[in-house]
């Protein structure tokens, strides 16, 4: 690990895996928070009402757009709907690669004036981004061949 001014830099043998930015003080009796919200988002699946009193909430959420659907979705539903809505976006973002189209999304429903649903964005969003396996197809050579190769006879048909 490299530590900066700005930012932590986290090595695996030679190869540099993450880059952390570093956080800061906002006073003498108050530290800083850099929080990601994939590195509490498994706490946060058991109990998703911990959201509602989360000492660094704002600095949980990807951008501002999240942060006006949390408080719109609080405003609207009881508190532990609301918990368990925003952390099946979070998850949703996190499982699917999808946190900047989301976000998006996010935006564009509530400047309708309408909560996210959350069934309809998952069935979206999932479609979208399935991962595809690729077909791998694997041609063993006979065994005779190696036994060539064995017997110094030279190269295979």
Same mark, same amino acid.
């Given at each position: 690990?490299?530590?900066?001014? %700005?930012?932590?830099?986290?090595? #695996? @043998?030679?190869? =540099?895996? *993450?880059?952390?930015?570093? @956080?800061?003080? /906002?006073s003498?009796?108050?530290r800083?928070?850099? $929080?990601?919200?994939?590195? $509490? #988002?498994?706490?946060?699946?058991? =109990?998703?009402?911990?959201? $509602?009193?989360?000492?660094?909430?704002?600095?949980?959420?990807?951008?501002? /757009?999240?942060?006006?659907?949390?408080?719109? *979705?609080?405003?609207?539903?009881?508190? @532990?709907?609301?918990?368990?809505?925003? /952390?099946?976006?979070?998850?949703?973002?996190? %499982?699917?690669?999808?946190?900047?189209? *989301?976000?998006?999304? +996010?935006? =564009?429903t509530?400047?309708?004036g /309408?909560?996210p %649903?959350? =069934?309809?964005?998952?069935?979206?969003?999932? #479609?979208?981004?399935?991962?595809?396996?690729?077909? $791998?197809s694997?041609? *063993?050579?006979?065994?005779?061949?190696?036994?060539? +190769?064995?017997?110094?006879? @030279?190269?295979?048909?």
């Amino acid at each position: 690990m490299r530590l900066y001014d %700005d930012r932590l830099e986290c090595f #695996l @043998g030679s190869e =540099k895996i *993450l880059t952390l930015p570093r @956080g800061r003080a /906002v006073s003498k009796t108050r530290r800083g928070h850099v $929080v990601d919200y994939r590195h $509490v #988002l498994p706490s946060l699946k058991r =109990k998703p009402q911990a959201l $509602v009193n989360l000492t660094y909430r704002e600095a949980l959420f990807p951008s501002d /757009v999240w942060c006006r659907t949390f408080e719109a *979705l609080l405003e609207a539903l009881d508190s @532990g709907m609301a918990c368990r809505t925003m /952390v099946g976006l979070l998850a949703l973002a996190h %499982d699917h690669g999808c946190e900047g189209a *989301l976000g998006q999304a +996010l935006g =564009k429903t509530l400047g309708k004036g /309408v909560l996210p %649903d959350l =069934k309809a964005l998952q069935r979206r969003f999932a #479609l979208q981004h399935t991962p595809s396996v690729p077909e $791998v197809s694997v041609n *063993l050579p006979r065994a005779s061949h190696y036994d060539a +190769l064995i017997t110094g006879q @030279g190269g295979a048909a």
